[in-house]
């Protein structure tokens, strides 16, 4: 028994030194199939174990089990530093060198149309204005009637409309075609003066082309008080068009029609293509329009509980795409939702340095 754990420990002690001297990880797994793989040096040196009695064989197969765990993590020491010494080696040879300038970084940038949306927002805002919002589902009741629009009317033809089929209630409830609706709630909320401006997505069943989307956004615009008139209108709208297009702009006011506004009219401005004298992109007109317009309606503001007698109002909504394709000079509004980034990078900042 004795020979037996002197002979472990002769293993140990030369299991160490051989340990030492490994420096690689293929020198380690050598050492470790070595002394203690299932056919190494100690299993060999236990050979001797069944030739023990049965009463000493207990104790030689403690020893043995400890020499086995301190090798063992011997090993696994060694196997970190030899790790470790590698990666450091590695590190120095690929040398990186930090202090170059990383390589630019793309920066995200609001989509062209958000970034029109803000620009005209401010726009009014300036003029003090409020933003208000409303629902993109919508009850026929203030895409339609309440704005004069009775069922039937034909002037719902204006609007090609997706309806809602709303359990129990036919005909009830669409996707707002513009966001005229919205002067409604409004006023059904406050009580004048009022001075909104309502920027929002709309639907229609369009056949969609270089100008029509079957999902674009408008902004619509509502003022109302005791002696607003049309001179209120003009001022507010040339006033817009000069703070997007710039002060050298004209613009135009002609008769149009929309039931919810009387008189109602079309704005438009000179062409930028000619300056006014006719071209392919103003039709050779001169002009190009850029919004509907007009006094509110006295019916609209009855309906709201407003006295027409005392309060008057002007109303305007516009397609923010078309006011972006003019001022940026875009053909085709199905660029703005194709999610070609090439198109949509040129209005915001192409790289930065980080
Ligand atoms: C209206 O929708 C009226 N609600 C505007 C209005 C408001 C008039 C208040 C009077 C008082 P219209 O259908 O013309 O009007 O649309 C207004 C603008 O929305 C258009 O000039 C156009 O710029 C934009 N627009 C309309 N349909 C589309 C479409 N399919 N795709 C992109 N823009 C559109």
Same mark, same amino acid.
């Given at each position: 028994?004795?020979?037996?754990?002197?002979?472990?420990?002769?293993?140990?002690?030369?299991?160490?030194?051989?340990l030492a001297a490994a420096s690689d990880e293929a020198a380690l797994e050598e050492w470790?199939?070595?002394?203690?793989?299932?056919?190494?040096?100690? !299993?060999?040196?236990?050979?001797?174990?069944?030739?023990?009695?049965?009463?000493?064989?207990? $104790?030689?197969?403690?020893?043995?089990?400890?020499?086995?765990?301190?090798?063992?993590?011997?090993?696994?020491?060694?196997?970190?530093?030899?790790?470790?010494?590698?990666?450091?080696?590695?590190?120095?040879?690929?040398?990186?060198?930090?202090?170059?300038?990383?390589?630019? *970084?793309?920066?995200?940038?609001?989509?062209? !149309?958000?970034?029109?949306?803000? @620009?005209?927002?401010?726009?009014?805002?300036?003029?003090?204005?409020?933003?208000?919002?409303?629902?993109?589902?919508?009850?026929?009741?203030?895409?339609?009637?309440?704005?004069?629009?009775?069922?039937?009317?034909?002037?719902?033809?204006?609007?090609?409309? =997706?309806?809602?089929?709303?359990?129990?209630?036919p005909g009830e409830v669409l996707l707002r075609t513009h966001t005229s609706p919205v002067?409604?709630?409004?006023?059904?909320?406050?009580?004048?003066?009022?001075?909104?401006?309502?920027?929002?997505?709309?639907?229609?069943?369009?056949?969609? @082309?270089?100008?029509?989307?079957? %999902?674009?956004?408008?902004?619509?615009?509502?003022?109302?008080?005791?002696?607003?008139?049309?001179?209120? *209108?003009k001022g507010t709208l040339v006033s817009f068009v000069h703070t997007i297009f710039g002060?050298?702009?004209?613009?135009?006011?002609?008769?149009?029609?929309?039931?919810? &506004?009387?008189?109602?009219?079309?704005?438009?401005?000179?062409?930028?293509?000619?300056?006014?004298?006719?071209?392919?992109?103003?039709?050779? !007109?001169?002009?190009?329009?850029?919004?509907?317009? $007009?006094?509110?309606?006295?019916?609209?503001?009855?309906? &709201?509980?407003?006295?027409?007698?005392?309060?008057?109002? =002007?109303?305007?909504?516009?397609?923010?795409?078309? %006011?972006?394709?003019?001022?940026?000079?875009? @053909? @085709?509004?199905?660029?703005?939702?194709?999610?070609?980034?090439?198109? *949509?990078?040129?209005?915001?900042?192409?790289?930065?340095?980080?």
């Open positions: 028994m004795d020979n037996l754990i002197e002979r472990l420990q002769q293993v140990e002690a030369e299991a160490g030194q051989a470790r199939v070595k002394y203690l793989g299932r056919r190494g040096v100690i !299993t060999e040196a236990l050979r001797g174990l069944g030739a023990l009695p049965a009463d000493e064989r207990p $104790g030689v197969g403690a020893v043995a089990n400890q020499v086995k765990d301190r090798l063992s993590s011997l090993l696994a020491e060694k196997q970190e530093a030899v790790r470790r010494a590698a990666l450091l080696q590695q590190l120095e040879q690929r040398q990186v060198d930090i202090t170059l300038p990383a390589p630019p *970084l793309r920066r995200g940038q609001a989509h062209i !149309t958000q970034q029109i949306l803000q @620009d005209i927002v401010d726009a009014f805002a300036r003029l003090g204005f409020q933003v208000a919002e409303g629902p993109e589902v919508e009850l026929d009741y203030y895409n339609f009637e309440a704005l004069n629009i009775p069922k039937e009317h034909p002037a719902r033809d204006m609007w090609d409309t =997706f309806w809602i089929d709303d359990k129990g209630r002067q409604v709630r409004v006023m059904e909320q406050t009580r004048p003066p009022v001075r909104v401006v309502v920027p929002g997505r709309c639907y229609r069943y369009e056949a969609v @082309d270089a100008t029509h989307e079957s %999902i674009f956004y408008q902004v619509e615009g509502l003022a109302v008080d005791e002696s607003l008139t049309m001179a209120d *209108l002060p050298k702009r004209r613009a135009r006011f002609r008769c149009d029609y929309f039931p919810f &506004v009387e008189p109602g009219v079309e704005m438009a401005i000179d062409c930028h293509g000619c300056g006014g004298s006719g071209c392919r992109l103003c039709k050779h !007109t001169g002009w190009i329009e850029i919004m509907g317009a $007009g006094m509110v309606h006295p019916n609209v503001l009855a309906g &709201v509980g407003y006295d027409p007698n005392v309060y008057t109002g =002007f109303a305007f909504g516009m397609g923010p795409e078309r %006011i972006a394709m003019l001022k940026y000079g875009i @053909d @085709d509004i199905r660029l703005f939702y194709g999610n070609d980034l090439r198109f *949509l990078r040129q209005f915001g900042p192409l790289e930065v340095a980080r």
